[in-house]
């Protein structure tokens, strides 16, 4: 395998196999290589503009996301997409469709395309997710979009940690309520009536209007809502000078600063975690004490909440 | 995270059968498998492409129309001249015997023909992916 | 169909004969399976008795040939007046290569001619584009421009010989040039006799030949229609085809369910550009797949007659019974065949083409022994002729119609698959249609998972595949196969240079110009590009011009 150090310097020349290696790496994150890749490339990020792209399956967004990409290299702008795709819990394995719709980018140089399974442990999702965004942002891409189907925690995680959150709805599939109900609403800063040339596209629009009225969370920036038919590129030039919209908002409230603050706070705390668990469980997992522990406890002789006195008590020692 | 699998399926040219390549699709995602569906009517370039950046393990491409001898030749040069010569390529479809040999000679790993049950494609998959 | 005294007294009978004789053998021999099913995982049952067809009423249900509702059969005499068309699916390199082999067929007793295109003619690319790399002359014959047209039916006499042409995308282009031929034959139009295969709907669903997405795909199509309707009248304008469907893994009842769904959608969108139902139905015709469940693909051909004769009378309003009658083309399941032991294939086709017969069809493809690796050679081509041949020379079968009719097996069958077909209306319908179906991945998911069923089965024994998953050999078969000349490619693309440097170029810049404009306004296509290739604009031209109108589609893909 190759040196993940000669691999980030690659990446950096541009070259995009050593891309594509790194984004493996951080995925399976294999003796601690996330943390030497992201220790290496930390110089070299903060540059990209992070969009995330959420509607459920079907609702048009790889399209979409083909379309923006196309925009945004009119305009001269790189674009690195993040497509994640939900993994089978019960076989680990996932099949990863989005490509389909972006063949025409797929040869663009201008254009990196990586498609990711949910995969299964805790958090690792977004940490993943991160880290390739991270990558792609030292790989000098100017635009970042993240694709997701936003179902569960670590999947909304990852859009909100999106500069711009654009969510996708679609006229008469009936789960525009349902999304609202996800709690997708908090956390869309644009919202896209795709496949707007359907039957209901005024209606849809409507119902957000009055959900984004009932939003406690008063914004001064209120999300606006796009109709869009992204099968023929209709609505995108508008969707693109709203995404740009509001990022000049969220720089000129220097809330862009902000946001990448949470995102920092939110990734520490994740890593933190994590390693947490890794290291200091994992350690004690192995240790003796703690499998007498879990034996006194079977036999009802201690209770959980004493155990784990106990084996705080321990873990105190040793640091 | 562990490693897992990673394998590029699509269908180069211009034919549009995809039940066989489906089928397989599915059973190495039940294997356990990342499998990258890119669908029908690839350009040798579009193919080569996406298996470098999404970094993948293995390709199956799948070929019925009878165009084999110009793709598959086409996909492994272009692998070649990208240094991605290690990404394992395998296929199937309506392929003669003789041009299977000939195709192995160019650097194709293996081609499974019809009736080829989709547990020996995944067992061949595990055992030739470099670790 | 029996008094209902005697019902009774039957199934009494049936209640004894199960507690009695059969009981005491299965008490000490357990049946081979504990389900018996057919290749579309539909339950049979042990024994069909009058029981199961209690409900039947014969003058409602089965009639009489040539009459409503057509469940045995279109015509009065059905294979006793003439046998069906023995149609040979062919086409392989240059329009003189394929050219010769048609000469080949009509000498060995072939009845009429059915064109297979290469794939860059179906998908609208002239040999010279960098997609055609690989595929020219390789699927089918290669097409770019009328003088391949002129090459491939030269000799052939257009007035006489009836050809099937598998075409959808570009259909209208390649009809146009059929047309421009007979001309130079000094065959006028209202004498040409064939089909196009025009069915778009299946191609999204199914066969991935498509190039403009739906909308503009269905305008093509009722284009044809309504102009064919006028100046070609005896010409079938679609051929609404399930083979592909089943070939892509579909049930049986799924093939007739998906392709009949097209159907009426083909019917209702011409109802609504304003064209008279009698007018253009009696020359819509199908395509189905003859799979090698013998009973039940001859119940499907059955039931598909009495569905279709209902929809077009009860939903549409036909009067004339012509557009009721569902006529058919069938083809063997080339998914049946197996690259093991290839010689098999020869009796899985004969079995094949025998339900085809006895399901009543007008036309029949067998496919050749040696399909699971190449196109056929000309010797197993005749084989597969043979077959036909001797079906309908020597068996007897056709001697008499519909000759399983009133089986207690074949009837409830036939109710069975009727049955479950028109549940499938009733889903495609709740989801708003065939074209909103197709776009929330509807027939893919359906189809998807009845091929990885079947695989399955097929890997775990449960499904027997003779010479596959059992009385396996691991010998290799010698077979002497067909081989295109590489050359073609290289010889087309030279033809279009020297073509375009023949004609009158300015001449061609017009007519696409006049193509583009009727693109985007509203009339028919079809004079436009009739046009266009009398002038020798090849097929790639036009489609360019369409595909810059039209957009191209994108596939839909469920797992």
Known sequence: MSDSAELVKRLLKGDRRAAAKLITLVENDNNGQSAKIMHLLHPHTKKAYIVGVTGAPGSGKST??????????????????????????????????????????????????????????????????????????AFGKDFILVETVGAGQSEVDIVNSAYTSIVILVPGMGDDIQAIKAGILEIGDIFVVNKADRDGADRTVMELEMMLELNPKKNVWRPPIIKTIASRGEGVEELLSCIEKHRSYLESNNLLEKRQDCRNESELMDVLSYRINKYLLDDLKQSGSYTDLLKKICEQKIDIYTAADEILKILWKKS | MDKKIRILMAKPGLDGHDRGIKVVARALRDAGMEVVYTGLHQTPEQIVEAAIQEDVDAMGLSILSGAHMALFPKIIDLLKSNNAEDILVTGGGIIPKEDIEELKKMGVSAIFGPGTPTTEIIKYIEENVKN | MFEKDKLEELKKEKKEWEEGSLKKVLDKFAERKDEFMSISDAPIERLYTPEEVEGLDYSEKIGYPGQFPFTRGVQPTMYRGKLWTMRQYAGFGSAEDTNKRYKYLLDQGQTGLSVAFDLPTQMGYDSDHQMALGEVGKCGVSISSLKDMETLFDGIPLDKVSTSMTINSTAAILLAMYIAVAGKQGVPPDKITGTIQNDLLKEYIARGTYIFPPAPSMRIVTDIFDYCSKNVPRWNTISISGYHIREAGSTAAQELAFTLANGMTYVDSAIKKGLDVDKFAPRLSFFFNSHNDFFEEIAKFRAARRIWAKIMAEKFGAKNPKSMMLRFHTQTAGCSLTAQQPYNNIIRTTLEALSAVLGGTQSLHTNSMDEAFALPSEESVKVALRTQQVIGFESGVANTIDPLAGSYFIEALTDKIEKEVLEYFDQIEALGGVLAALERGFFHKEIANASYRYQKEVEAAEKIVVGVNKFTTGEETQMNLLKVDPGVQKKQEDQIKALKEERDNKKVEELLGGIRQAAKGDDNLIPYITEAVKEYATLGEICDVLRDVFGEYKEQTVF
């Open chain 1, 64 to 137: 979409l996301t083909d379309r923006l990409t196309h925009e945004l290299r009119t305009k001269e702008k790189t674009v690195g997409v993040i497509a994640v795709d939900p993994t089978s819990p019960f076989t680990g394995g996932a099949l990863l469709g989005d490509r389909i719709r972006m063949k025409e980018s797929c040869t663009d140089k201008g254009v990196f395309i990586r498609s990711m399974g949910t995969r299964g442990s805790l958090g690792g999702l977004s940490r993943a997710t991160n880290n390739a965004i991270r990558i792609l942002d």
